[in-house]
């Protein structure tokens, strides 16, 4: 597999060029002083240096030797164990992590491009800190000051890590019917029982200690999703100093025999009867859950970006070097034998798409980080009531459209490899078998496509798609004078069109059919998702074209642009077809006869 | 997994019900006496059983063990040989070949839906009677008498196993720069020496011999592709009688370690001066070989729709077995926790577009075998010489068409499952893995599009599409007056409209662009495969009409076909824009601006 290169630069031009994060910055008060673009820089090279050289070189061997489990115990792969010693000595288990409890408190769109640059090295590594950050975050958003107190220096330090306990062998959509309880004792704790199910990091060698946050039932929970509470509940009890007391009643049951993320431990995790506390309030576990929810699922977006990343390095580097057959005859070698594969035109449209696909991936991974940075710092209430709209449309497209397009680009990756492709040495197929995950857990793709038609633009009467489609159409104005793009421009307005009175007919005609929501709602994020990418290609594209003098390199996105449009934008009509169909086809079979 | 259990109803309802292809058995002298309705169904009943007792129950846990290489030595996993054993005095691997040598001789109509059920039951088993299916096809067709007369007999009976050996580490898809020397020996054969890579079945345990079937180079040889000669090399040497005398000088260097097919053994087979004979004229070895192709791609793109059934089997029972979340009102069992997942609208798109690529695509292949049918068997002129025409036409589509819409099945049977679809345990994150070759090998589908647009319609400027088109016009005409299809009809027809006008047009371009071909080719042979399968759904949706009353589980065949329409026949709106695109967006960028 090609050494991994972290995109530094495409980096530095999205966040800086074409959103202008450090303006926000400037505005909050927590990152006025911290942050400027010359840090941020700093704090990427060395991110990237961690991804590069720290993590990347041992994903190949780690995804062979695999976890192991036995008796109870998950060891690791090789090197594993000092690589996150090392990740968290440099502070990067904390990255996003409140700096009152040590963490870097980085904004997010910041902590997105070292999230990137950390799934390229290695998806299954990533995740040891990734939960860990999201249970920091979780504890520092609900818990008690003495459970903050407790718990979070040592998670944000990476002594030790955390995880998320929901799912359960019978419930993973469904939490509403989960089994597990909390009987409350005497001194204000609980006793947690139940098996939890899937468990990422829920068992293994990297840490002192593992904080469990999981989901169960009160004795007087109501019924359904509204009788459920959060707890922590450690792998070993603490003394008042941190120091480890003895083993808490949660183990780790066997761990899963996977299609990939093999250095990844995911556990059945049963609790019998473990010591736990409350985290928040009774029955609020939920939303307690939901509030990270939003960077948990751009997070896990973010794993699909890395890895096709990862896959255009790789399949460039292939193409490049492969000889093979012979291109047009302006463009032949004709000192050799061959050319390079890289002059055939079906070689070149799975490079593109790739690039098109992850170039526009990491604009708006890094646009969603921005509105969740507004929604969180900005002084200002429309800002930040504008941004709190635009996180929650785009959060479950973030999710699933950078992870459906992620495994396309693995796909596309693996092709251009040809046979090679296939055989394991070569790295490329452990891509596609370690990002498929990311479409299905933390909400699978279809579980996102419906909370963004159902809850999302139909729970407020299509209110929260407006300030999406005024965005566009504003800057769609801005540029109405710039003739480079006036296609491209006219083809996004085309879409926005459809997308807006698309919208508008199923809000009407979900009033009376119940089952129209879930029939298109997957096609209906793919097209908000399309329609996204080509927001940010022109966003990048006019950008470019200002600081091309400059940076010469941006020659490059101007190209990609105009492909981005010619051949990706079309999908867009392939969808609203589907869309149109509504639920009619999906419900004409009886049960017997699929 | 699911148990599998073969579709024998559907398969003798294309068969018979839609393509009739008894009428064309009873024209063909070699055919009339052997072969008719109720023997046909006897044999595949049979075929049935062996796919489903004998192979499907050991694919699981063969993928776990994998084969394993030892000094030069390939062992199978468990139960492969004696299975093999069996399936061999069944006469299943000779189920092709010439009676004059033991074959069955079957129809490819025919054989096309037992190896659709083996590769159902276990892709990595098949390739072991599949590739010995070609190397006897190469041999009965340009082998001299001697070597029919030595070889054939013992290969069809499965005594002796065989191989294609083409890719070179530096060759795949440019065979015409293979590097393979043969020398003429002076008793007649011929010393070949190379190395040839991805050499399926190179060394195995399951057979007494393996007869490797080389591409090689005289050292007379013209250069590239016109100086290529195909030659019989024996692992063992035998006397007259075909017993073994000794060993030749051809061995397994090394297994790959791939991503799934792993029962398969992947060799790098070197030849050391092994001893080989010369199949048919000197350097005419390419075209030799491709007399088979139409056979073997056809039976790889078979590999993608067997996946594909599995996958529909295993989601289904997995989607009725799952309980969680909750339907409309009107279909919810109130007195359960939560419903079937197969009352949600978008797991019911994910399972029928299953359906309906997994049943358009029998029905796509079975059409295209009976064309090979008609092309070997027909005594009429015109019958043969339209039927050549399709057969060159969708060759390249049924192995490209049938193997990407396989991969896409295996992948939404997988998000079916949610968590589980990863896990091995449950088989079906193997049928991923084990389907995504069926893209790559005997060809990538990018070579397939190129085939089909470059060689195929251009090369005959756009001759070979007129049967096809003209066919499907004529069946549009036959229906007009059936106005329960009437939408579908003018879906279809628009599409037909399309392609002709799209086809001419590109044609017209090429003549001047000569990057244009290989820029679209894989958009269009995707469109060629959705109007194909438009065809096929409109044909089983007539005749599942004229025979529901007597067949009343076709009342499903009609309502996938609705479905069909409605929901997949749109991606050609985005493939057609694209195609309109041509190359102008893949070229704009310079070699360093990927």
Same mark, same amino acid.
């Given at each position: 597999m090609a050494d991994y290169r972290a995109p530094r630069d495409d980096m530095d031009f999205v966040l800086h060029d074409v959103f202008n994060v450090a303006a926000d910055w400037e505005l909050a008060p927590e990152l006025a002083e911290m942050m400027d673009v010359e840090t941020a820089g700093a704090i990427l090279d060395e991110g990237a240096k961690v991804a590069e050289n720290l993590v990347a070189p041992l994903a190949r061997e780690a995804d062979e030797e695999g976890v192991k489990f036995e008796d109870g115990a998950v060891t690791t792969p090789k090197g594993y164990k000092e690589n996150f010693r090392q990740?968290?000595?440099?502070?990067?288990?904390? &990255?996003t992590a409140n700096p009152e409890f040590g963490g870097m408190g980085l904004p997010k769109s910041l902590s997105a491009q070292y999230e990137e640059m950390l799934c390229s090295a290695d998806i299954a590594f990533s995740l040891y800190p990734g939960l860990t950050s999201g249970a920091i975050m979780a504890i520092d958003s609900h818990g008690s000051d003495e459970l903050k107190n407790h718990y979070l220096p040592r998670m944000v330090s990476g002594e030790w890590t955390g995880t998320m306990c929901l799912t359960e062998p019978h419930a993973g959509t469904d939490l509403g019917i989960i089994k597990s309880k909390a009987i409350p004792s005497e001194d204000g704790s609980f006793e947690i029982s139940g098996t939890k199910i899937f468990i990422t990091g829920g068992e293994h060698d990297l840490a002192d200690n593992i904080v469990h946050l999981v989901l169960a039932k009160l004795p007087d929970a109501p019924a359904g999703t509204k009788g459920i509470s959060l707890f922590v509940v450690p792998k070993f009890l603490s003394d008042a100093e941190g120091n480890l007391t003895?083993?808490?009643?949660?183990?780790?049951?066997?761990?899963?025999?996977?299609m990939g993320i093999h250095g990844s431990a995911t556990c059945v995790m049963n609790f019998d009867g473990a010591k736990g506390w409350l985290v928040g309030e009774p029955h609020r576990g939920l939303p307690a859950m939901f509030t990270m929810m939003n960077y948990e699922r751009l997070g896990v977006g973010i794993?699909?970006?890395?890895?096709?990343? %990862?896959?255009?390095?790789?399949?460039l580097e292939y193409a490049k070097d492969r000889i093979q057959g012979r291109g047009a005859k302006a463009t032949r070698n004709d000192s050799a034998e061959a050319d390079s594969i890289l002059v055939h035109g079906d070689v070149r449209r799975m490079l593109l798409t790739m690039k098109a696909l992850t170039e526009g991936g990491r604009a708006f991974s890094t646009w969603v980080g921005q509105q969740l940075d507004r929604s969180k710092y900005s002084q200002d209430d429309a800002v930040r009531e504008k941004a709190d709209a635009m996180v929650a449309l785009l959060t479950p497209v973030a999710k699933a459209f950078l992870t459906d397009t992620g495994l396309e680009s693995t796909?596309?990756?693996?092709?251009?490899?040809?046979?090679?492709?296939?055989?394991?040495?070569?790295?490329?197929?452990?891509?596609v078998r370690d990002t498929r995950i990311a479409q299905i857990y933390e909400g699978t793709n279809g579980i996102q496509a419906l909370d963004?038609?159902?809850?999302?633009?139909?729970?407020? %009467?299509?209110?929260?798609?407006?300030?999406?489609?005024?965005?566009?159409?504003?800057?769609?104005?801005?540029?109405?004078g710039n003739s480079n793009w006036a296609k491209e421009a006219e083809t996004l307005q085309k879409s926005l069109q459809?997308?807006?009175?698309?919208?508008?007919?199923?809000?009407?005609?979900?009033?009376t059919d119940e089952n129209l929501v879930n029939? &298109?709602?997957?096609?209906?994020?793919?097209? &908000?998702?399309?329609?996204?990418?080509?927001?940010?290609?022109? %966003?990048?594209? &006019?950008?470019?074209?200002?600081?091309?003098?400059?940076?010469?390199?941006l020659a490059s996105k101007i190209k990609t642009a105009r492909f981005?449009?010619? +051949?990706?934008?079309? +999908?867009?009509?392939?969808?609203?077809?589907?869309?149109?169909?509504?639920?009619?086809?999906?419900?004409?079979?009886?049960?017997e006869q699929f």
């Open positions: 990740l968290a000595e440099g502070g990067w288990v904390g &990255v003895e083993r808490n009643a949660v183990s780790c049951g066997s761990i899963e025999h996977k794993q699909g970006l890395g890895a096709a990343e %990862r896959s255009y390095q790789n399949a796909i596309h990756g693996q092709q251009v490899f040809g046979g090679h492709g296939y055989v394991r040495e070569w790295g490329q197929e452990q891509l963004l038609l159902g809850r999302k633009v139909g729970g407020s %009467r299509g209110e929260l798609l407006k300030p999406f489609v005024e965005e566009i159409a504003t800057f769609l104005q801005g540029i109405a459809d997308l807006t009175s698309i919208s508008e007919e199923l809000l009407q005609k979900a009033a029939s &298109v709602a997957v096609e209906y994020l793919h097209l &908000v998702g399309y329609i996204s990418y080509g927001y940010m290609w022109l %966003r990048m594209a &006019v950008a470019a074209e200002q600081k091309q003098a400059e940076k010469p390199y981005y449009f010619a +051949r990706i934008m079309p +999908r867009t009509h392939a969808l609203l077809g589907a869309i149109k169909d509504g639920s009619e086809s999906l419900y004409l079979h009886d049960d």
